[in-house]
């Protein structure tokens, strides 16, 4: 039966009248349901770690890529379940567990429906009990490579090729850096090959194949070809103003940039930055930043711009000391010095909720400060304003122990009550949603932002809203698959667009714009002191900054795997958008008039190249065909 016994401890289990398949804690990936006949899909779902401070969501998509089920897994849910049915049919549902999750989820559907498991690259997938088994498919000519990552679990996984016996071992080392993981070259054949995959060790598992589809099953009769039929994406635009679109820009460094790097700093056209403050380098020199603030502001544009007041060293948690205020008074005199152009706000902790041992904590911090900013008129004159609480996520707990009692909405919730008057913006930074059908949460974000400080008579915020920190993945727990690739361009399309989408955000910043060492999260690389260069992700933003326009119009749109924008500045129309599925959609706009005066589509693909591509308009209705894993924009002049 061991072979039987199930993956993550799943497996086949039989009654008396059907069987039934399960999986069983899953915690970061796809899974692909195919049914000959009616089934359901029941998930299930438990604890793993500080579930009670989080929220998720699963989706089930059908084999045109529409959305049939969405559960929103509220904080209180620890435990639960929910179930969907199947329809018969060619095509492949699609069940989504997005990571990083809080929770462990097994799954059960009929065992007659064919089930591929598509794990998440070098971030953890699942957790097993030792011996869990998989099978694999590897086609006929394909260069295989079988990876994995140990994150103190699985420590070692084994291959026996099914044909002929032959056996392989990949040991899964301990490395300092996350992004490091090991991998096997397996053999090359003329025929296809079926593997036998077991995975040694017990609790969290990291393992997944490139060079050939990264699928696997529990049985080697269910090792069918993955089908997804095209999608079909039904666009209608309004002539609603919803309000502006926010400022895009990325994290500056806290140096003088070399003249060398000026090129790369262009081509991402920031219009918006993070910037930290160090209080124990400003007290010893107060104008350390004053001639690279300057050159940012005059050379490079930027005249909306946050600061995190911190310590180096990466230290976060303040106190109202000698120290620190000294450093705020440098940092106010530095603004002031900037000539009263745009508007730079200032958050007195970086995370407050990550880094303190509670509110209260924080909160002393809060209000010793901008009592200190307020006390001269001059810094409200010159742009200061006062963000909090710069936290580690909004909605959700941070990465922290008590992370139920550290939401960050809470912690904004409270400064509002007591210090609202004090209080020009909210900050925060979402980090860990990695999968790109869970980008939409970043519009419900910042919806919930907008709730929490209310809206003016005009439909505006009371307070700014500034999400001045995003990235996949926070720290240093980076995958190459996720930072150095087209995914990242999918991805960080796909949050402006999201975030954008009700015009409620002020300020958006992608962290960082240069790969430190230990960080390898920026939009270009450091090749050395003197050449830099764009990653695709800076590509993309090169891309994205082209075609981003001033107001965001009133969209209806009817997909799922394709987010859109609309867009106008004067009488310059646009649309924005990004296929974040593998299949073609057929994409179809209803709203616009034709012909398109001065129409131009154009696509940005894994190539990082932007290129014109053919539409048709025709009875008021404008048509392309939209290829898998590419970004658009559709721009016209109003008639």
């Known amino acids: 039966m061991k072979r ?13 009248f059907a069987a039934s398949m399960r999986w069983g804690d899953i915690r970061d990936g796809s899974l692909y349901l195919q049914a000959d006949r009616p089934d359901t899909v029941t998930v299930r779902w438990a604890p793993a770690w500080q579930a009670d401070a989080n929220e998720e969501h699963l989706y089930l998509l059908d084999g045109q890529g529409k959305l049939q089920g969405e559960r929103l897994i509220k904080a209180s849910e620890t435990r639960g379940s929910q179930s969907w049915a199947l329809a018969p049919g060619a095509a492949s549902y699609r069940l989504e567990i997005p990571g990083y999750s809080f929770r462990n989820y097994r799954i059960e559907h009929d065992a007659d429906t064919v089930a591929l498991f598509a794990p998440a690259k070098v971030h953890f997938s699942a957790e097993t009990r030792n011996g869990d088994e998989l099978y694999f498919k590897i086609a006929a000519g394909e260069h295989a490579v079988l990876a994995g990552k140990f994150h103190g679990g699985v420590s ?12 392989l071992s990949l040991a899964l080392n301990p490395y300092r850096a996350y992004w490091q993981f090991d991998r096997l070259a397996l053999p090359v054949s003329e025929k296809e090959q079926v593997w036998h995959l077991r995975l040694q060790g017990s609790g969290k598992a990291a393992f997944w194949l490139d060079g050939t589809a990264n699928l696997f099953a529990q049985t080697a009769q269910q090792l069918k070809p993955l089908r997804e039929d095209d999608g079909q994406t039904h666009l209608t635009l309004h002539k609603d103003i919803l309000g502006p679109t926010p400022n895009l820009g990325v994290a500056l460094p806290y140096v003088m940039p070399p003249p060398s790097s000026f090129a790369v700093l262009d081509a ?12 124990d380098i400003t007290q010893r020199k107060p104008h350390y930043e004053d001639a ?8 490079f544009g930027i005249t909306q711009d946050i ?7 990466r230290q976060a948690d303040l106190r109202a000391d000698s120290t620190s205020n000294s450093g705020l008074d440098a940092w106010l005199a530095s603004t002031r010095a900037l000539g009263g152009k745009g508007i730079h706000y200032i958050g007195f902790a970086d995370e407050p909720n990550l880094n303190y041992p509670d509110y209260a904590n924080y909160q002393s911090l809060f209000t010793s400060m901008a009592r200190q900013v307020r006390s001269d008129p001059a810094n409200a004159r010159a742009g200061v304003r006062i963000a909090m609480p710069a936290s580690s996520r909004l ?3 941070p990465f922290a122990s008590n992370a139920a009692d550290k939401r960050g909405i809470d912690w904004a919730r409270r400064l509002l009550a007591e210090s609202g008057e004090q209080i020009d913006a909210l900050a925060w930074h979402e980090w860990m949603i990695r999968d790109l059908l869970a980008t939409r949460v970043y519009r419900d974000s910042v919806q919930r932002a907008a709730n929490l400080v209310g809206l003016d008579a005009n439909g505006r915020p009371r307070k700014a809203l500034l999400l001045d920190q995003t990235n996949m993945s926070s720290g240093s727990s980076l995958s190459p698959y996720d930072q150095e690739t087209h995914f990242a361009s999918l991805w960080w399309a796909s949050v402006a667009i999201n975030s954008a989408q009700d015009g409620l955000l002020d300020m958006l910043n992608w962290f960082q714009a240069a790969d430190e060492p230990n960080y390898p999260k920026g939009m270009f690389k450091v090749l050395d002191d003197e050449h830099f260069e764009l990653k695709p992700v800076g590509m993309a933003q090169q891309f994205i900054q082209q075609h981003w326009l001033h107001s965001v119009m009133r969209l209806e749109n009817d997909a799922f795997e394709v987010d859109v924008l609309a867009m106008a500045t004067d009488e310059q129309r646009g649309l924005l958008g990004v296929n974040k599925g593998t299949r073609l959609q057929r994409v179809d706009l209803s709203g616009a008039h034709c012909p398109l005066l001065k129409g131009s589509l154009r696509y940005f693909g894994a190539d990082n190249r932007s290129r014109d591509a053919p539409f048709t308009c025709q009875d008021g209705r404008v048509s392309f065909d939209l290829p898998g894993e590419t970004l658009f924009a559709l721009s016209w002049i109003a008639s």
């Open 156 to 167: 070692a996984l084994q291959a026996q090729r099914v044909g002929d016996g032959q056996q």
């Open 268 to 279: 991402l056209k920031a219009r918006a930055a993070s910037y930290y403050s160090f209080v």
């Open 395 to 397: 909605i959700n707990g």
């Open 292 to 299: 690279f603030r300057q050159l940012y502001q005059e050379r």
């Open 307 to 313: 600061t995190l007041l911190a310590g180096s060293q």
């Open 4 to 16: 039987l016994a199930l993956l993550f401890g799943l497996g086949l289990t039989l009654d008396a």
